[in-house]
């Protein structure tokens, strides 16, 4: 079993990097590249549908979205409870 623990662990880790990659990404207008292109519309495909459900619950406070504050606070608490779940079964 914690082999599955493992697992969930390592993609949430994966996806909180996605998620700061791509806030991070949205601040800072880097020159056009390809790469830098396929990079942004990865993210973007990967990490705006779950950031999307936030947004329309939460709207921005001036020129501030905190959004993605929330969105990492919730997946940390989901991550918490599917580990606690996965270790009770051992």
Same mark, same amino acid.
Do not use: C, K
């Given at each position: ?13 994966? @996806? ?5 990659? @791509?806030?991070?990404?949205? +601040? ?6 390809? +790469? ?6 990865? $993210?973007? /495909?990967?990490?705006?549908? @779950? ?13 501030? /979205? ?8 919730? $997946?940390?608490?989901? +991550? ?11």
């Amino acid at each position: 079993m914690s082999t599955v623990v493992s697992f969930v662990t390592a993609l949430y880790y994966v @996806y909180v990097i996605l998620i700061l990659v @791509y806030i991070l990404m949205s +601040w800072v207008q880097l020159p056009y590249n390809v +790469w830098v292109g396929r990079v942004r519309t990865f $993210l973007h /495909d990967t990490v705006e549908p @779950y950031l999307r459900i936030f947004r329309n619950l939460i709207p921005p406070i001036g020129a501030f /979205d905190i959004s993605p504050i929330v969105a990492l606070i919730v $997946l940390s608490l989901a +991550w918490q409870i599917i580990v606690n779940i996965l270790v009770s079964f051992e």
